[in-house]
Structures are given as C-alpha cells and as structure tokens.
C-alpha cells in the first residue's frame, strides 16, 4: 500500500507560506516542492474551501495564509484534506462467521480506534505555528554547527 504523504506535502507548503509572509505562487511553492504546480493548486484549493489559505489571482497575487498560524493545528489540515486514512492496517475479513476471527477484529478495532484517538488528539496539540519554532530551532542549531565547524 502506497503511503498517504498529502499531510506532509500540505504542512511544507504551510510553513514556506509562513517564512515568505506575502503572496507566493502556485509555481514558486512547487519549486520549494520540487513538484507540480498544477500539484500546489490542487492541495490549496482544499485548504482554501477550509477558510486556512486564500488566493489572490493577477500581478502581485499568490498564496497566503489566511488566518494565525498559532490558530492553525495540524487537525484542521489534516481534516481540510478529507481526513485520510491513519492506519494502513486492517483487518483481513470485515464481517467475519468465525469466532476466533470475530474475537481478533475486536482486538485490532479497539487498537486502531485508540490509537487513531491519540494520533488526531496530538494533531489538535501542534500549530503551525509550533512547526515554524522548531524550523527555526533547527536553522539556528545548524547555524551555530556550521560556524563551530568553520563551514561557512
């Protein structure tokens, strides 16, 4: 099964939105992308249905985000996207006659269930705004790295 990376690709966008802080369009955010723009247009127009982007159309125009990134958690994206499969697991007969099979299906349902609660609950705890903090940890340590290390 293929992996679901649309969570992953839409919080890119987000966070490069936020660097910039003005309009970027579709082509610029797929070059940071290193995909299609056709791709970007696709994916923001989700996000703008969900009121989290808003796009500007002629010169000067672009991409951006339409409210607080510190009022933007990763559930409102997640869920913006058409809430995507969590889990890749599953269970091999849905509707099962055998009772062994019935007791396993109620296991691995309680499993998914509580760990798909925990997932979604960690996705209402981060901000995009949380995301842009940590990149911006990052950038500094490896500042601090490279000046350490006479990269320069």
Same mark, same amino acid.
């Given at each position: 099964?293929?992996?679901? @990376?649309?969570?992953? #690709? +839409?919080? /890119? +966008? $987000?966070? *490069? ?26 994916? $923001? #127009?989700?996000? %703008?249905?969900? #009121?989290?982007? /808003?796009?500007?159309?002629? /010169? ?5 985000? =339409?409210?607080? &990134? @510190?009022?933007?958690?990763? %559930? ?5 996207? #058409?809430? &995507? ?15 062994? !099979?019935?007791? +396993? ?9 509580? =760990? !798909? ?8 705890? +981060? ?8 990149? *911006?940890? %990052?950038?500094? =340590? %490896?500042?601090? *790295?490279?000046?350490? *290390?006479? /990269?320069?």
């Amino acid at each position: 099964m293929k992996r679901d @990376s649309r969570l992953s #690709g +839409v919080l /890119h +966008v $987000l966070l *490069h939105m936020a660097e910039d802080g003005g309009p970027l369009t579709s082509e610029q955010l797929a070059g940071a992308m290193r995909t299609n723009a056709v791709v970007v247009r696709r994916i $923001l #127009g989700g996000l %703008r249905q969900a #009121g989290l982007v /808003h796009s500007e159309k002629g /010169h000067g125009g672009g991409w951006t985000i =339409a409210r607080e &990134p @510190s009022g933007i958690t990763m %559930r409102d994206i997640y869920d913006a996207i #058409g809430r &995507p499969r969590l889990m890749a697991m599953g269970n091999r007969t849905d509707a099962p006659g055998c009772l062994v !099979e019935q007791a +396993v299906n109620a296991a691995l349902d309680a499993s998914f269930r509580d =760990a !798909e609660a925990l997932l979604l609950a960690r996705f209402e705890a +981060v901000t995009l705004a949380e995301l842009a903090a940590d990149f *911006h940890r %990052r950038m500094a =340590a %490896r500042a601090t *790295h490279s000046q350490e *290390h006479g /990269h320069g």
